[in-house]
């Protein structure tokens, strides 16, 4: 047996119950984080409130409990639900080409509560998709990585209108 002093056990000891925490705590942990990230995309963090959307035009703003859309559009649209679909809305990735030649056809600028700065988001179409299904990209500004979108979600979340 390996001759050590008391001293050096107890060191031995924490070392242990240090890893076995660990390998019981953290390991588990980041491999579920891993997973959720792979499996969905939130367009906003699922821990995170939204406190106001910015459009061209337009601003969605929290005043209270109620939503509001100012100025008030010639479009009638419910501000509670255009929240909700900001809040809750799924992104599914897409593996896109590198073209700077893109532009964006709208801007949403999101201000969480809690963070200084806003996320941007851009919305471009998707020229890539077969047919005229009307589909489009989205891409956080900074950020490489594309989602498609239907052209209802674009139409509802960036309060565009849709083209036949």
Do not use: C
């Amino acid at each position: 047996m390996i001759k050590l002093s008391r001293r050096n056990w107890n060191n031995v000891l924490i070392f242990a119950v240090l890893i076995l925490m660990f390998a019981l705590y953290g390991i588990p942990q980041r491999l579920a984080h891993f997973n959720a990230t792979d499996a969905e995309q939130r367009l906003l963090p699922a821990d995170s409130e939204l406190l106001m959307v910015a459009f061209a035009n337009q601003r969605l703003i929290k005043a209270g409990p109620q939503w509001q859309l100012q100025p008030q559009g010639t479009q009638t649209v419910d501000a509670a639900q255009l929240a909700l679909a900001w809040q809750h809305s799924l992104l599914t990735a897409v593996d896109v080409a590198a073209d700077k030649s893109r532009v964006p056809v709208a801007q949403a600028s999101v201000q969480l509560v809690g963070q200084n700065a806003p996320l941007i988001w851009l919305l471009y179409p998707d020229n890539d998709s077969s047919g005229d299904d009307g589909r489009y990209l989205l891409q956080r500004a900074g950020q490489p990585q594309f989602y498609q979108l239907t052209a209802a979600q674009a139409a509802q979340l960036f309060l565009i209108e849709r083209t036949k």
